[in-house]
């Protein structure tokens, strides 16, 4: 089945159609996001290890803080819980099309009705 796939987009390829890039999964990210309120834009970095097919740890650092996310999913879309000093939320990373190899993603903590939002790209 794999190489049915593999074929397909080969063939697609030389005919000249675009085939979207897939997220890069395990690695280290750049994080640009925002907390969903006006002035609340932010900067850090997110690593991605893969703990088993289907299982990833996700730790974030966003200026001083640290926050350590579980998800589930592959390496197109990962849904995740995260906690920080006695906080905690979810958050849903979907592979961005238009971000090679990186992620779209919305979340928020948990009690709150504010969604933030990141863009996650492949640290270079």
């Known amino acids: 089945m794999k190489t049915i796939a593999t074929l397909a987009a080969a063939s697609l390829f030389a005919m000249g159609a ?3 890039a897939a997220a890069a999964g395990p690695g ?12 609340s834009e932010y900067t850090g970095t997110l690593t991605i290890v893969q703990t088993s097919k289907d299982t990833f740890k996700l730790t974030w650092i966003i200026g001083n803080e640290r926050y350590e996310g579980f998800a589930v999913g592959d390496e197109r879309v990962l849904a995740a ?11 849903l990373l979907v592979e961005d099309d238009e971000n090679e190899g990186g992620y779209q993603s919305i979340w928020a903590f948990k009690g ?3 969604l933030g939002y990141e863009m996650i790209s492949p640290k270079k």
């Open 28 to 39: 280290v990210y750049t994080v640009k996001g925002s907390n969903g309120e006006s002035n």
């Open 112 to 114: 709150t009705t504010t």
């Open 81 to 91: 819980s995260f906690v920080t000093k006695g906080a905690s939320g979810t958050a």
């Open 18 to 20: 675009s085939v979207p």
